[in-house]
């Protein structure tokens, strides 16, 4: 079935450092791979999101990447502030008349 | 607009009892969600619906649950009866786009004791 694989579950960095966070999926239908970000006892969040006739979206300091070929899409952080402290789903939507389905999280420690 | 309204935020109860869950979705969003959160499973969607029309309730556990959707603005999400491993908080979205930009809820903690 479809499936979205999230990786690292867990990542800690300086902050100031950049973070990247991956995921890759199941389905090469696939044409929507959004990102969700939830603070802690927040709900998530959507912060970015990318189509699939799109290589690369930026929005400030953050940014996507999307391989079709492999694929794989992944999520960078550029200067990492403490408030970028969460968890972070990626997500993709399948062909068909089916909803999004989502990785497992990684929660993003940003350390003062 | 307010965006989702979940209620309760903090239910409460003891095994057997049975649990009603409360969602309003954004205006005019023709698809609604309503997932469950625990620290093992991450985000599972339970059941979605679009145009007030339940289209895939495969994620619902067992018969205890069941969801309802009467109207465009509301939507229930029912355990009977309620057993300790239901303990999660439950997420409600919507959005205008089946499966696009979902727009969360605050969500409903709930404890079952």
């Known amino acids: 079935g479809e499936n979205v694989e999230q990786h690292p579950s867990t990542l800690s960095v300086q902050e100031g450092d950049s973070a990247v966070i991956k995921c890759t999926y199941s389905?090469?239908?696939?044409?929507?791979f959004p990102w969700y970000k939830q603070e802690l006892g927040k709900r998530p969040q959507l912060i970015i999101d990318?189509?699939?006739?799109?290589g690369e979206k930026k929005d400030q300091r953050i940014a996507v990447t999307l391989n079709k070929t492999a694929k794989h899409f992944s999520l960078h952080i550029t200067e990492t502030q403490p408030e970028d402290s969460a968890v972070y789903f990626c997500?993709?939507?399948?062909?068909?008349?089916?909803?999004?389905?989502f990785g497992k999280g990684t929660r993003l420690s940003v350390i003062a | 607009d307010a965006g989702v309204i979940q209620s309760p935020r903090h239910e409460v109860t003891e095994m057997g009892q049975e649990v009603t869950l409360r969602c309003k979705p954004i205006?005019?969003?023709?698809?609604l969600f309503w997932y469950r959160q625990t620290m093992m499973r991450g985000l599972e969607l339970l059941i979605y619906?679009?145009?007030?029309?339940?289209?895939?309730d495969s994620g619902m556990p067992e018969d205890r649950f069941s969801a309802k959707m009467p109207n465009a603005s509301f939507s229930t999400l029912k355990i009977q009866p309620s057993e300790p491993r239901d303990s999660a908080v439950y997420f409600c979205?919507?959005?205008?786009?089946?499966?696009?930009?979902?727009?969360f809820g605050s969500g409903t903690q709930l404890s079952v004791l």
């Open positions: 997500a993709a939507l399948f062909s068909g008349n089916t909803p999004l389905v």
């Open positions: 389905d090469s239908a696939s044409n929507y």
């Open positions: 990318i189509r699939s006739n799109v």
């Open positions: 205006s005019g969003h023709n698809s």
């Open positions: 619906f679009n145009n007030n029309v339940p289209i895939d």
């Open positions: 979205a919507s959005s205008l786009i089946s499966g696009e930009k979902l727009f």
